[in-house]
């Protein structure tokens, strides 16, 4: 089964950027689609954006025009750019198949600030 590293995380001031990666390594031919997800305490995991295989983006509605996934195939990473960060974006934000769930990473907390 494929495995999933995110990084990139950090605490930023709200208006700043951040840029977290998610390094696919293992078995990784079938996947196709990917996106990122972001969990809060107390709620449950959220979808906030979507790159299909065919290239197609979706973003949760709170985050379009801030956020922007990209994949790079040829070396097995996806990216969530985060730009003009509000305090409401805070939380652990993990890379998946939108499919198929594999096995979670550990994620990627980001903390913004107010």
């Known amino acids: 089964q494929a495995q999933l590293v995110e990084s990139g995380g950090g605490l930023v001031q709200a208006g700043g950027s951040l840029r977290l990666s998610c390094a696919i390594s293992?078995?990784?031919?079938?996947?196709?689609?990917m996106a990122w997800y972001r969990q809060v305490p107390g709620k449950q995991r959220e979808l906030v954006a979507l790159?299909?295989?065919?290239?197609?983006?979706d973003y949760k509605d709170d985050v379009k025009g801030r956020f922007t996934i990209s994949r790079n195939s040829a070396r097995n990473m996806v990216y969530l750019q985060m730009n003009s960060l509000k305090p409401d974006d805070t939380g652990v934000y993990y890379c998946?198949?939108?499919?198929?769930?594999?096995?979670w990473g550990q994620g990627a907390q980001v903390t913004v600030a107010s």
């Open positions: 293992g078995s990784i031919a079938s996947i196709r689609s």
């Open positions: 998946n198949d939108p499919t198929r769930w594999l096995t």
């Open positions: 790159i299909s295989g065919g290239g197609v983006l």
